[in-house]
């Protein structure tokens, strides 16, 4: 299968991991003001699962929602399925584990709608790859929920290049949500994004900044220490701030990857959004891998 991707993101993707009792525990008042300034930005997809903030946080979401239905229209949502979370909500749950059994994704998904206060996920993803998933399984579940039009589209996160290519087989998948960062540089050379490239599949990036550990100097860390250094004259050359940069890296990569951000402030989304511009040069753009690698390339 291939080709199949008729789904399209906002140039940035705003993640709500950090939001809710997992981060800055904002109110739904300022919650709705800031989602209102992310749509004025013209980013409109909110990138959410069913575990953010122990699962609160798609209701803490569906609470603006509820208060102002217009914003269904205006925004796209993708949550996540899959991770069986050990938590107080959760108290059946003894252990933390993966589940993508057909009753499981259809369960949660339905869940996610009554907490989002929406008729329709526009994007429903795997969270992670449960070793012991079926693609039948998962393929029939996917079908049910599209016919009843309760998702809209349908990928995964955090699949390997073999596991994205035997689901694909029985269901299109139409995003693969991966940790890609100057920190984490597996899927530039594990197949993954070029497997996005031949399938037509978006790569979206979580952790762009490393869940903000870019931003904290450690001697513990020298690859941080590195990639500050490299990065302090090219953002004279590009008049760009650090985590510009580091944006403009990922958005340099031929495969069109997304970011999905993390930060909980409007002015660290504008700055964001402002990196869009920016183009890096070749050279540069191997200037930051090296300082993260800590050697040249071979
Ligand atoms: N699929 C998955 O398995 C998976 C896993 C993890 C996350 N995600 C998704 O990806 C999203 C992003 O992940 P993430 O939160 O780890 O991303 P991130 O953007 O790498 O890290 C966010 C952290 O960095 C800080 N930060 C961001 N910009 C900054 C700046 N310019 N200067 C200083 N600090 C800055 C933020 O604090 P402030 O709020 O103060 O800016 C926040 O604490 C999540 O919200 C979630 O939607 C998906």
Redesign the pocket.
């Known amino acids: 299968m291939s080709q199949t991707n008729t789904l399209t993101f906002s140039p940035l993707?705003?993640?709500?991991?950090?939001?809710g009792v997992w981060?800055?525990d904002m109110n739904t008042k300022d919650l709705e003001r800031f989602i209102d300034q992310c749509i004025d930005l013209g980013l409109t997809d909110f990138?959410?699962?069913d575990i953010?903030g122990h699962y609160t946080e798609e209701g803490r979401f569906g609470q603006v929602i509820k208060r102002r239905p217009d914003l269904k229209s205006k925004i796209q949502i993708t949550t996540?399925c899959g991770i069986r979370l050990v938590t107080p909500n959760r108290p059946d749950y003894k252990i933390a584990s993966y589940e993508s059994t057909k009753p499981h994704i259809i369960a949660s998904a339905e869940q996610s709608l009554k907490e989002l206060g929406v008729d329709q996920l526009d994007l429903l993803?795997i969270?992670?790859p449960d070793y012991l998933m079926h693609p039948a399984e998962i393929a029939e579940a996917v079908e049910q929920l599209k016919k009843q039009g309760k998702i809209k589209h349908f990928g995964v996160?955090?699949f390997t290049p073999s596991q994205f290519e035997l689901l694909h087989s029985y269901t299109p998948l139409v995003n693969n949500?991966?940790?890609v960062?100057l920190l984490h540089r597996h899927p530039l050379e594990d197949g993954t994004l070029d497997q996005c490239m031949r399938l037509g599949t978006i790569p979206t990036?979580?952790?762009?900044?490393?869940?903000?550990?870019?931003?904290v100097s450690k001697s513990d860390k020298p690859a941080i220490q590195r990639i500050t250094d490299a990065a302090q004259p090219l953002q004279e050359k590009y008049n760009a701030?650090?985590?510009q940069l580091l944006l403009a890296w990922l958005l340099k990569h031929p495969s069109g990857i997304i970011?999905?951000?993390?930060?909980?402030?409007i002015a660290?989304i504008e700055?964001?959004k402002e990196a869009l511009s920016i183009n890096l040069s070749h050279e540069d753009w191997y200037i930051l891998l090296e300082a993260a690698v800590g050697e040249q390339v071979p």
């Open positions: 993707i705003i993640g709500m991991m950090r939001f981060g800055v990138d959410h699962a953010y996540k993803l969270h992670r996160s955090n949500q991966i940790e960062s990036a979580w952790s762009p900044f490393g869940g903000g550990a870019l931003f701030a650090f985590d970011p999905v951000l993390g930060t909980t402030k660290r700055k964001a």
